[in-house]
């Protein structure tokens, strides 16, 4: 007879962690059908940052439906939301985004990241029922546009959660990701308008003092650390070529490989500012941006882990130190607090670029799926390998500690 609070499947039958995994893939092919489904549902409906109310309602019902208990619009955002199952620790979590970019739609394939989540969630429940511990999965809107998951830290939302991982589609296998810390900078110049011709000597240029910002942190570029990237672009250049421009405004990102080479190059970056509003008499106004980026703090204890599960399906997984384009995520944020990885499964040739319409096709297409079954039978797999062994969450949580940011 089992004793109150003892799980019925622990009392019943304890499987092995290879037993697990296979049972954890055997469930998610059953759920081929339905997850992608849903990945295409999210892929047709495409919903810009903050605005992912049909991408969120859909994840939520699928995995309410799987019996996990949902509270939508977690962290004060109407599009957030956190599904659990399992009341008892570690809390392993799994991460959905869900949100499209402006015009062109799913061209980063979040539609896969949020179906591989609530799939490999619900392949988790009897590693639950068999090891303890819960499975959490956070959905995380605006990615691409506002940081949602930095305004989800600030609201305590990852408070207690053991390890964190999600799967983004792309071009390579991968259990690593390199993600760059990064702000954006908004500049204005103010000049004075005066007739162009006749009377230049009382005018004040504020496109020239743009343009000169521009120069300056050319020669800078030069002579900063590898990997760091600044670039920005003119959004306001002057209005008529016969009149002195009074004003002139540009938008700018600026990356670092971390957070403290970030703070040296942004006053850098200032001084090139400054400097063109000294030479010109334009008056400077600027504004950095409130989301600050993180560097991502990948764990390679987890990222291991990932990468033999990923191969045990028959991807070969990129070498960890190898280098290829990157950008940034607020999944950054989240490894400077929480143990995680941000691992990437093939979906398309290395020629195909994210934000594409190539990629768009690619997040809908044949392999697009098959890249969302491997992604969800990898992460479920790793949360095998986190549950089901308590020495494996102490390396994890081993490393981290003792790792710097
Ligand atoms: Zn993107
Ligand atoms: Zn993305």
């Not at 049909?54 to 109407?78: D, H, N």
């Not at 819960?134 to 930095?150: D, H, I, M, N, R």
């Not at 200032?270 to 764990?299: H, I, Q």
Request: proline share 3%; charged share 20%.
């Amino acid at each position: 007879m089992a004793s109150v609070g003892t799980n019925p499947r622990m009392a019943s039958k304890i499987l092995t962690k290879a037993e697990l995994k296979a049972e954890v893939s055997k469930q998610l092919e059953q759920q081929r059908k339905k997850l992608i489904e849903l990945s295409l549902k999210i892929h047709a409906n495409p919903e810009l940052a903050f605005k992912e109310e049909k991408a969120s309602k859909w994840l939520t019902s699928y995995l309410a439906k799987g019996g996990f208990q949902v509270e939508s619009g977690i962290g004060g955002l109407p599009t957030a939301f956190k599904a659990s199952y399992g009341i008892n620790k570690p809390v392993i979590a799994l991460i959905a985004e869900y949100d499209a970019l402006p015009e062109i739609g799913h061209a980063c394939g979040h539609n896969i990241i949020g179906a591989s989540a609530v799939g490999a969630a619900l392949a988790s429940r009897c590693i639950v029922g068999n090891c303890g511990g819960s499975v959490v999965v956070f959905g995380t809107p605006a990615e691409e546009l506002f940081g949602g998951k930095v305004l989800m830290l600030e609201a305590g939302v990852f408070d207690g959660v053991d390890a964190a991982m999600m799967v983004h589609p792309g071009i390579r296998n991968a259990a690593t990701t390199e993600a760059l810390a990064c702000i954006g900078l908004e500049v204005q110049y103010f000049g004075k308008a005066v007739h162009a011709a006749a009377y230049p000597e009382r005018g004040i240029n504020a496109l020239e003092a743009m343009i000169l910002a521009f120069n300056a942190l050319n020669s800078l570029r030069q002579h900063i650390k590898d990997r760091a990237r600044i670039h920005g672009v003119i959004t306001n250049g002057g209005e008529a070529a016969n009149v002195v421009p009074a004003y002139s405004a540009a938008t700018f990102l600026v990356r670092a490989t971390d957070n403290t080479y970030l703070e040296e190059l942004k006053q850098k970056v200032l001084k090139c500012f400054e400097g063109a509003s000294v030479a010109t008499g334009a008056r400077l106004d600027y504004r950095w941006g409130e989301t600050v980026y993180a560097p991502m703090k990948n764990n390679m204890v987890m990222a291991k882990l990932f990468a033999q599960n990923l191969e045990s399906l028959g991807r070969k997984v990129e070498h960890f130190e190898s280098r290829f384009g990157f950008g940034s995520t607020d999944m950054g944020n989240v490894s400077q607090v929480v143990p995680a990885i941000h691992p990437s499964v093939a979906i398309v040739s290395p020629d195909v670029l994210l934000h594409s319409s190539d990629f768009v096709l690619a997040a809908a297409s044949e392999s697009g799926h098959e890249g969302l079954l491997d992604a969800a039978k990898a992460l479920a797999m790793t949360v095998v390998d986190l549950l089901g062994e308590p020495q494996a969450l102490t390396r994890v949580k081993g490393e981290f500690s003792g790792q710097s940011s």
